[in-house]
């Protein structure tokens, strides 16, 4: 403990006086420092580097690279040249050098698949600032959305008021519009900022056809080369992230014009049944009028743009879920009817998310711009799995967590499983019961930081705080549990030394939960920090975890150290 102490004012005439605790290295820290370290209590480059292989799981460390870490750390242990001396290796752990999640990794995850291969970091109605009905339309959530990796922006495109331009605006609302090619161009300046495989944008068009053609020249003008136009209207399997990267894509229903047209034209080329009308033969069938062929190439013209086709067949679900050997296309549904779809018809999502994309969306109720469990759609295969991305709380988090993965780049390859059929042609049954494949040991030591990232009286006006951390995971219904450390009171180090272990039937599709919260026995308990981690992607070894507040954003130097063993 250091001497130095922290009051806090109870009434106008009484005072509290606390300790500052400085931070120590737990005893399991200590024990390790002892047992790989020679006798005068140094970690030299060799130590470390048997430290990094046996406990990090870190195989292919070199001792160039362990002098390197120690050059680095030098200042911490002024005295020992040769080494690590107990505080600096604590320092080393609890440092951002030691993540649970290495960034150097970066994307490595094969690219060169299907889109329908990948989850993709998707938005919804991506232009609103707040809630769903009197907030401002902007680009700014488009520009913030894209700055954290989202690849799929949402844009509902109305006429505007005088009916000859397009607005975007939730419609029915009191949302104020925001012009598309404001969006447009927004999104083309930050589309590649954060990762370089596609932006897909989804139109959801309520136009008329004069303005669908205008729309289908603003975004040829806006987009120009980085345009992805598909050489042919319908294609058998959709191109990969690879193939596509720096380019824009949309995805939208083809226009009814043009469907309209285009049964009218099938119709004409049937063989004719009987003769024609007594008036079709004496003066020859009527001439198309110029406006309808304008409108029909205008149509053409939007639809040439669209590479994702959208649209929900007549029918019920199962016409909806039927896969055409021939043709790809995209399927919406809401997060209600897919959690009524999946009691009867999971096998059937998972077979038709194997080639087709099917996107998820918020119910009509969530006013607030709030969000809903994205596990469901995510382990039957679902690739757009659309969230309000300006809102926050817990499943945000978890959308978060999950495009951590793959150097953040907002592509994830789906487990094989879900891509893979049986030799009967059977899929991956999500209902199924499975056995543990694996155990993820996760030990809690302490955290630090909330002393230099908030206001000393922040948390509690009369006394230091009392932190207690919950740690669980989010994944498949048997695999999802939240566990909780003891409450450590008034201390700005807490320091839990627990340890809880979760066992994983699906850990390609676990997502570790941690958050921090300061226990209050009069009110609601206080935020402390949350993070997310994708589990098939995490470090073994003590670990460095950095928290983040509500919104995602990351504290400066509030982190926990913890332990990840896989058993």
Known sequence: MSKSKQTYSVCFCCRRRFKLAVSEAPPEIRDLFQRYSDENGIMTASHLRNFLVEVQRQEKTTEEETQAIIDGHKHLSIFHRRGLNLESFFKYLFSDDNPPLLPSRGVHQDMTLPLSHYYIHTGHNSYLTGNQLSSDCSDVPIINALQRGVRVIE??????????????????????????????????????????????????????????????????????????????????????????????????????????????????????????????????????????????????????????????????????????????????????????????HGKEIVRFTQRNILRVYPKGTRITSSNY???????????????????????????????????????????????????????????????????????????????????????????????????????????????????????????WNEVFEFPLTVPELALLRIEVHEYDMSEKDDFGGQTCLPVWELRSGIRAVPLHSRKGDKYNNVKLLTRFEFI
């Open 155 to 344: 844009l509902d495109i109305w006429p505007n008021a005088s009916k000859d331009n397009i607005d975007v605006l939730h419609g029915r609302t009191l949302t104020t519009p925001v012009a598309l090619i404001k969006c447009l161009k927004s999104i083309k300046e930050y589309a590649f900022v954060a990762s370089e495989y596609p932006v897909v944008i989804t139109l959801e068009d309520h136009l008329t056809p004069d303005l669908q053609a205008k729309v289908a020249e603003m975004v040829t003008q806006t987009f120009g080369d980085i345009l992805f136009c598909p050489t042919s209207e319908s294609i058998k399997e959709f191109p990969s992230p690879e193939s596509l990267k720096r380019r824009i894509i949309i995805s939208t229903k083809p226009p009814k014009e043009y469907l309209e047209a285009k049964e009218v034209k099938e119709k004409e080329e049937e063989p004719q049944k009987g003769k024609p009308s007594d008036d079709e033969e004496a003066w020859g069938k009527e001439v198309p009028s110029l406006r309808e062929k304008s409108r029909q190439d205008a149509s053409a013209e939007y639809r040439r743009l669209i590479a994702i086709h959208a649209g929900k067949p007549k029918g019920g679900l199962e016409e909806c879920l039927k896969v055409d050997p021939d043709k790809v296309r995209r399927l919406s549904l809401s997060e209600l009817q897919l959690e009524k779809a999946v009691v009867t």
């Open 373 to 495: 469990n994205p596990l469901i759609g995510w382990m039957h295969g679902a690739q757009m799995v659309a969230f309000n991305m300006q809102g926050f709380g817990r499943s945000l988090w978890l959308m978060h967590g999950m495009f951590k993965a793959n150097g953040g780049c907002g592509y994830v390859k789906k487990p094989d499983f879900l891509l893979k059929t049986g030799p009967n042609n059977e899929v991956f049954d999500p209902k199924a019961s499975l056995p543990v494949k694996t155990t993820l040991k996760v030990t809690v030591y302490m955290g630090e930081g909330w002393y230099h990232d908030f206001k000393h009286t922040h948390f509690d006006q009369f006394s230091p705080p009392d932190f207690y951390a919950r740690v669980g995971i989010a994944g498949v219904p048997s695999d999802t549990n939240m566990k909780k450390t003891k409450t450590i009171e008034d201390s700005w180090l807490p320091s």
